[in-house]
Structure formats: structure tokens, C-alpha cells
């Protein structure tokens, strides 16, 4: 669904549990209504994902039982095996063209269906460190709604980091950082500083979360 692993879904969203624990930040963090919230939190860990097991099994029995118990004379018992065998197979894909359709139904009855495809991708990009972290998760939602350039920045180190280039890309942005911080030289020693102005604080509040953000990324990449 909505362009993330089928199997990384089911078990994201095993239980209510999870899934409560997985999407109430983006709740909380105003990325999702509480609609969508209590309706994800329902369907997820609902009976839909069990729908190809369900329908395989009970093809199963039915044409075992039907060719032992029902039918006169009996099926031999390699024909049950094999009939047996090839209703599983049917209906293990009729069960998840049902469950596709679910899902589908699913993502149509919720009020905004693109943003909750993001948070899934969101999810799934983060989950080896921020499903362990759920404070860097709650940091990462505030930054993608609240700095949504600062995230964009975040996703190209996270993917040159990626390529096997973590200890260049560290060392480039602590001294592009330090080039920032350092005094500028060619200054006029006359030349009197004005007092910050509200933009100036602003750029200030966002460095400073970008460079907790970093600082949260490298150490985890260190692990």
C-alpha cells in the first residue's frame, strides 16, 4: 500500500499496540487527523491482513474434507494432496486480492490520503533507528512540518550516507558549520554590530534544531 513493503506493514502494524505507539506522534504532531488516526489504528492490526491465510486454509479443508468425506467413492489420498495443495494456492491469492481491496477501501475513507502515504514512507525510511528512539522520531516530525527545507537537507546526507560516504559527509558539515560560526575577517574594525532582529532569531532557532538533528544522526550512525 501506498508505496512501502507489504511485509514491513504487517509487521509495523501487528498489533494495536504498535500501531498506536507508531502513529500517535504524527497524531499528536498535527501531520494526521484523529479521523485517520483512530481509523489506521483500527484497520491496520485488523483482521484484513489475515485474509490470504484465512482463505488458503479454509480452501484447504473444504476440498480435502469434500474429497475424503463427501465425495463417493473417496479421492485417493495423492488427489486430495494434490487438489488440496492447489486450492491453498488459489486461495492464499484470492485471500490477497481481498486484502488489497481492503486496503484500498481503506486509504479511500480517510481525510487526507497522500499525507498518510508519506507518514508511512516516513516511517519506513526511519524505522531501524527512530522506532527504537521515539524522541528523534517526535524531532523528525516537528522538522518536516515545521522546517521542511531543514528536512530535504536531511534526506540528502541520510542518502550520501547511504552510499558508504558517513565520515566525509560529517567532517564536510562540522567545518561548513565551523565557516559559519568563525568571525568574518574582513569586517571593518569600525563597524558596530546591530542587534538580532526576529528573522535573526529565527535562523538561529533553526540551526540550532539542525544541529541537534545532526548531532542525533551521528551518533547513531556510530552504533
Not at 494526521?32 to 491465510?53: Q, T
Not at 488459489?90 to 507518514?119: C, K, N, T, W
Not at 522546517?147 to 534526506?155: C, E, K, L, T
Request: no cysteine.
Amino acid at each position: 500500500m501506498v508505496g512501502v513493503d507489504a511485509q514491513w506493514l504487517l509487521e509495523t502494524f501487528s498489533s494495536r499496540d504498535k500501531a498506536e505507539s507508531a502513529l500517535r506522534p504524527y497524531l499528536e504532531g498535527g501531520a494526521m487527523s484523529e479521523h485517520d488516526y483512530n481509523l489506521a489504528i483500527s484497520f491496520l492490526p485488523g483482521k484484513a491482513r489475515y485474509y490470504p491465510v484465512i482463505y488458503s486454509a479454509g480452501a484447504t479443508v473444504l476440498v480435502a474434507g469434500y474429497g475424503r468425506f463427501v465425495k463417493r467413492p473417496p479421492w485417493a489420498m495423492s488427489r486430495v494432496v494434490g487438489r488440496a495443495s492447489a486450492a491453498n494456492v488459489a486461495g492464499f491469492m484470492f485471500g490477497a486480492v481481498q486484502r488489497a481491496i481492503a486496503h484500498r477501501e481503506f486509504y479511500s475513507s480517510l481525510d487526507d490520503g497522500p499525507a498518510f502515504a508519506g507518514i508511512l514512507q516516513h516511517l519506513a525510511q526511519d524505522d531501524l533507528y527512530t522506532l527504537s528512539h521515539p524522541q528523534a522520531r517526535l524531532f523528525s516530525i516537528a522538522v518536516i512540518t515545521e522546517h521542511p527545507q531543514v528536512a530535504s537537507r536531511w534526506d540528502e546526507i541520510r542518502a550520501v550516507n547511504a552510499r558508504g560516504g558517513k565520515s566525509s559527509t560529517w567532517v564536510a558539515l562540522r567545518q561548513g558549520h565551523e565557516r559559519r560560526q568563525a568571525p568574518d575577517n574582513d569586517l571593518p574594525s569600525t563597524q558596530v554590530p546591530q542587534p538580532a532582529n526576529n528573522a535573526d532569531i529565527e535562523r538561529a532557532r533553526e540551526q540550532a534544531s539542525f544541529d541537534a538533528m545532526l548531532e542525533a544522526e551521528r551518533k547513531a550512525a556510530g552504533r
